[in-house]
């Protein structure tokens, strides 16, 4: 593997950024909703999270109240298109009783330091890491990259973390080699390739962006 420097790195970053100009995410005002967009993220493809997203909101509704007064077999009937269904319903369950527990407000646990927060919604069944740190970079501000297959993928083809290594060692190497402030950029940028050129099969090596400083082009 080629050595990593932050020159590289920021190298790769200003490219992505003229590449995609126009990423970014849209946030939900209540990170309660964040929650249950990320949990119907789990496991499937963004559309399909939203049409399940919209549905709950028309069927079910989004406030914690509405999760907690609903019966898990009609959540699972109205987030059908997301899949898993059952499985989200219940995780959804569980994230509105464990924050009502916590005082009713997703805010109490991003407000507290980085590491407690992140232990704290990992409490909640059903979020992993990935999930917890979306919520915490998107909705609480905290300076962490999260990790998912295809920040993964390449960042690894990209030379930026080493191959077949864990979440946190990709999460903290990425993390080391970027300024807090572009966290989120590195995070959405590594996706946006992902999608577009840097895909699992038949990465479209001839078109990407970062073809000529990428170790793994094909
Ligand atoms: S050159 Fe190929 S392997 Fe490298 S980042 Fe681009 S698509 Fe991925």
Redesign the pocket.
């Known amino acids: 593997m080629m050595a990593i420097d932050i020159e590289y790195a920021y190298k790769i970053l200003h490219r992505l950024r003229s590449a995609f100009p126009k990423v970014q995410v849209e946030l939900e005002t209540d990170p309660f909703r964040g929650l249950i967009l990320a949990i119907l993220s789990q496991n499937t493809r963004d559309t399909y999270a939203y049409t399940a997203y919209r549905s709950l909101e028309e069927r079910i509704g989004l406030s914690i109240e509405d999760i907690l007064k609903a019966d898990e077999e009609s959540i699972a009937e109205a987030i059908r298109s997301a899949g898993l269904q059952r499985e989200k319903a219940k995780r959804l369950k569980e994230a509105a009783k464990f924050i009502a527990g916590m005082g009713g407000s997703l805010k109490s646990i991003l407000d507290l330091p980085l590491d407690e927060a992140r232990a704290k919604l990992m409490e909640i069944e059903g979020i992993g890491r990935k999930t917890a740190d979306v919520i915490l970079l998107f909705y609480g501000g905290k300076p962490v990259i999260p990790v998912d297959t295809h920040v993964r993928r390449?960042s690894a083809?990209?030379g930026l973390t080493g191959r077949g290594i864990g979440y946190e060692e990709i999460r903290r190497g990425l993390e080391s080699l970027y300024k807090p402030e572009d966290y989120m950029d590195v995070h959405l940028l590594l996706i946006a390739?992902g999608r577009s050129?840097?895909?699992s099969r038949k990465?479209?090596?001839s078109l990407?962006?970062?073809?000529d400083i990428?170790?793994?082009?094909?």
Do not use: K
């Open positions: 390449v083809r990209l390739l050129y840097c895909r990465p479209r090596c990407c962006p970062v073809n990428c170790p793994s082009r094909t």
